[in-house]
């Protein structure tokens, strides 16, 4: 009787470290398992906020303007919407009041610039206007290489394209980047690799009122 209270001890004991060792082993797959859930759960928000806004965009760009409204307004080399004066910045405004959700705003670099937001661009063509842009400029060239998706628009149509980088962790300069936290990259799965960052990039299109 002895013997078998001994024995039941012992096994009782050994099920315990049979425990901790799974729970050791399994720890770090959990860990990064709930690491992606939440980084592409926050993912998904940014997309769908992203497409909201480029919908928005295009509405505002649609609507009837008045004839002393001009299409754009801006001097040479000046991409900031906070003039307000021109079709154009009212549709990066509406964007921007959108984006303001998850820190991100329509404002070239440096100029109106909120350094705790990050800065993206848009490219807006209305029927036969030349195509113009409100934002961050330096999203044109690589390795963004941000542009249109589709065909032009006609002459009666209005297409706005809004991109920006999933994670930007130089303007601003945070932790983690922003929208979207970069947190899988120290696992292999990075969002914000120097050739060939991720980036949000979708146009939307619109017949013109």
Not at 13 to 39: H, T
Not at 139 to 153: I, K
Request: neutral net charge; charged residues 20%.
């Amino acid at each position: 009787m002895r013997h078998f209270a001994r024995y039941k001890s012992v096994t009782r004991r050994r099920r315990r470290g049979a425990v901790v060792l799974e729970f050791i082993v399994a720890m770090p797959v959990l860990f990064v398992a709930f690491l992606a859930i939440f980084e592409f759960g926050i993912m998904g928000l940014v997309v769908e906020n992203g497409a909201h806004a480029v919908n928005e965009g295009v509405r505002e760009g649609a609507k009837v303007w008045g004839g002393s409204v001009a299409f754009d307004n801006n001097p040479a080399a000046n991409y900031d919407p906070t003039g307000n004066n021109d079709i154009a910045d009212q549709i990066a405004l509406s964007m921007d009041a959108i984006l303001d959700v998850f820190d991100l705003e329509v404002r070239q670099n440096t100029v109106s610039d909120n350094l705790t937001k990050a800065n993206v661009l848009v490219i807006i063509e209305r029927g036969a206007n030349p195509v113009t842009y409100r934002g961050n400029i330096t999203l044109l060239a690589p390795p963004y290489n941000c542009t249109r998706t589709g065909a032009p628009p006609g002459a009666n149509e209005i297409v706005v394209t809004l991109c920006f980088p999933l994670v930007n962790s130089s303007t601003p300069a945070t932790t983690y980047g922003n929208p979207v936290p970069n947190w899988l990259a120290s696992f292999g799965f990075n969002l914000n690799k120097p050739a060939t960052p991720y980036r949000f990039e979708m146009s939307a299109r619109s017949e013109l009122e």
